[in-house]
């Protein structure tokens, strides 16, 4: 026989173009009858079976072709339709998953906003509160801190008190705002009255039955008195008056005190007679010790500065460990001092003993120091070898700084 040279695609076009012939048998009963037939044959060589199930298959082809590539064809526009429509839901699928991932990002992004602002809000409150709780790190001490009163828009004004029992002068110090158009000695006068001697401890003094007049040109106070004025009887009252006078005007710019009464010159005092003027020292380093006075019912003692003068600061520490019979000492026996120096800086440095041993109960001793140094032109003290680095707010690895006023009260 001769080789077929069709193509495979004419031997469709020619097998398409023969009437259709359907086999309505299952396809396995005409496999098992093909191979039932063939075991009743006799053997036969090797090579005659798979002639034969070629021939079967060919057979089977020619038969089955023109309906299978129906159903074939069908099954494709089926498999294409599927698939179109596996892809039009796949598409669907994904852009829901796209827009269900934009919106939970949306979501996300927006709850994340709105957790940030909440936890920025609660981080800021926090803030606040921590603010509120160390806005003064230095409540609750004796004296008055720059980091306390800004000096721009408040007055600080120091009145000498006397004590108690009348025998020493306790300087006080409050603030008040500044007014405008208002000059210092309006504000002293005025702020008077607001004292509150007896509840802090000591003899109500103020307000002065007085007037005042301040002539800024000629740097000069005038206090006028009236003929019966509560100043006059007593050497108890004199010398209150007279040094109360002296420190409350001391080193504030005031060069001369003139005394008159119902504008004749001059105060009568009866242990000391007539008194025209009052001696003011202009200088602000008047170097004194600061000393301890105790007030039953205070919380902390009271600075308060010695009538002497001192030559150095190692001369004002020997005071402020023996105290002067009335105020008690401010230093400690246990405080020992290697060695004190000014640096560069005008520093005080003070280079502490090997066995002294620093704790909380030493702060009101760490104020005085403080304060005497202010008295003697220092910019700030620092502590060398002390046991530790924190005392209160002062951190005594730093340079400390200087109190502006001793003993401040609160009067609003």
């Known amino acids: 026989m001769k080789k077929s040279q069709l193509s495979d695609k004419q031997l469709e076009e020619i097998l398409g173009q023969?009437?259709?012939?359907?086999?309505?048998?299952?396809?396995?009963?005409?496999?098992?009858?093909?191979?039932?037939?063939?075991?009743?044959?006799?053997?036969?060589?090797?090579?005659?079976?798979?002639?034969?199930?070629?021939?079967?298959?060919?057979f089977l082809a020619f038969i089955l072709s023109p309906g299978l590539m129906g159903v074939n064809?069908?099954?494709?526009?089926?498999?294409?339709s599927n698939s179109a429509s596996d892809a039009k839901s796949s598409m669907e699928m994904d852009t829901a998953v796209r827009d269900d991932s934009a919106n939970e990002s949306a979501n996300q992004e927006k709850s994340t906003v709105m957790m940030d602002t909440a936890d920025g809000e609660a981080e800021e409150k926090s803030k606040e509160f921590a603010a509120m709780d160390i806005a003064n790190p230095y409540d609750g001490l004796i004296s008055l801190y720059p980091e306390e009163v800004d000096s721009e828009t408040s007055e600080i004004l120091t009145y000498a008190i006397p004590d108690e029992q009348a025998m020493r002068i306790v300087p006080v110090t409050v603030t008040k705002p500044k007014e405008e158009g208002k000059s210092r000695i309006e504000s002293y006068?005025?702020?008077?009255?607001?004292?509150?001697?007896?509840?802090?401890?000591?003899?109500?003094?103020?307000?002065?039955?007085?007037?005042?007049?301040?002539?800024?040109?000629?740097?000069?106070?005038?206090?006028?008195?009236?003929?019966d004025h509560p100043y006059r009887d007593g050497s108890t009252a004199n010398i209150i008056f007279v040094d109360s006078m002296t420190q409350n005007f001391s080193g504030a710019g005031i060069e001369k005190m003139i005394l008159t009464t119902e504008g004749k010159p001059g105060i009568e005092l009866s242990n000391i007679g007539l008194m025209k003027e009052l001696p003011i020292t202009a200088?602000?380093?008047?170097?004194?010790?600061?000393?301890?006075?105790?007030?039953?019912?205070?919380?902390?003692?009271?600075?308060?500065?010695?009538?002497?003068?001192?030559?150095?600061?190692?001369?004002?520490?020997?005071?402020?460990?023996?105290?002067?019979?009335?105020?008690?000492?401010?230093?400690?026996?246990?405080?020992?001092?290697?060695?004190?120096?000014?640096?560069?800086d005008n520093v005080l440095e003070i280079t502490l003993g090997k066995n002294t041993t620093l704790d909380e109960s030493f702060l009101p001793n760490l104020e005085a120091i403080l304060m005497t140094a202010s008295e003697f032109d220092y910019t700030g003290v620092k502590f060398i070898n002390a046991n530790i680095d924190q005392l209160g707010p002062f951190n005594l690895n730093e340079v400390l700084p200087l109190p502006l006023a001793p003993n401040k009260k609160n009067i609003n």
């Open 283 to 344: 200088e602000t380093a008047p170097k004194r010790a600061y000393l301890f006075l105790t007030v039953e019912g205070m919380q902390n003692p009271y600075l308060v500065p010695t009538k002497e003068q001192h030559k150095s600061i190692v001369e004002a520490f020997e005071q402020m460990w023996k105290g002067d019979g009335y105020l008690s000492a401010s230093l400690p026996e246990n405080f020992e001092l290697a060695q004190t120096e000014q640096n560069e």
């Open 73 to 80: 064809h069908s099954a494709d526009k089926s498999l294409e």
């Open 18 to 58: 023969m009437p259709k012939v359907k086999d309505h048998r299952d396809s396995r009963d005409i496999y098992q009858n093909i191979a039932h037939r063939v075991e009743k044959r006799t053997k036969m060589p090797t090579w005659v079976i798979p002639g034969a199930a070629l021939a079967a298959v060919l």
């Open 189 to 227: 006068t005025e702020t008077m009255p607001k004292l509150k001697e007896e509840e802090w401890g000591l003899t109500e003094y103020y307000p002065m039955d007085a007037s005042w007049n301040y002539d800024e040109a000629t740097k000069t106070l005038s206090m006028d008195v009236k003929q």
